[in-house]
């Protein structure tokens, strides 16, 4: 399957540039969850014709990020720096697309974590992961987030 970048919906206004440079796209976020889905091109494989594992990576940290920083309003969401993230390839994929779910583990006043799932068309898990994050403590408008 092969889908044009500008093709992943983007329900969200929360575009993060290197996602949209990938073709990948946050299709569902609330709280305490963020979902991310990428259409398989040729550009993403290897030399062995499967997804390049720092594709896996780059999911895994978008959307156990955003699994911690939806706002509790709605509107006014927080940033985040990853601290740390650990990748397990479980799996291979070739073509379809991958979806990363990330879920909000535990939450601190400034660090959270998140583990996240990327699978295939197929519904396997191809890849898991886990992230601590820490918040940049402002929301996007600029104002300064609750601690």
Not at 49 to 60: A, E, F, K, T
Request: net charge neutral.
């Amino acid at each position: 399957m092969s889908t044009a970048a500008a093709d992943v919906p983007m329900p969200f206004d929360h575009e993060i540039p290197f996602l949209r440079f990938i073709g990948a796209g946050l299709v569902d976020w609330g709280p305490e969850h963020a979902v991310i889905m990428m259409p398989i091109t040729a550009h993403h494989l290897n030399r062995s014709s499967v997804v390049h594992g720092g594709i896996y990576s780059v999911l895994i940290d978008a959307a156990g990020g955003l699994s911690g920083c939806f706002g509790s309003d709605g509107v006014h969401h927080r940033r985040a720096y990853t601290l740390s993230l650990t990748t397990s390839f479980l799996g291979t994929a070739r073509e379809g697309a991958l979806t990363a779910r990330g879920n909000l583990r535990r939450r601190g006043r400034r660090v959270y974590f998140a583990t996240v799932e990327v699978r295939n068309n197929a519904n396997e898990v191809v890849a898991l992961g886990e992230g601590s994050f820490l918040y940049r403590g402002m929301a996007l408008d600029g104002a300064v987030a609750a601690e």
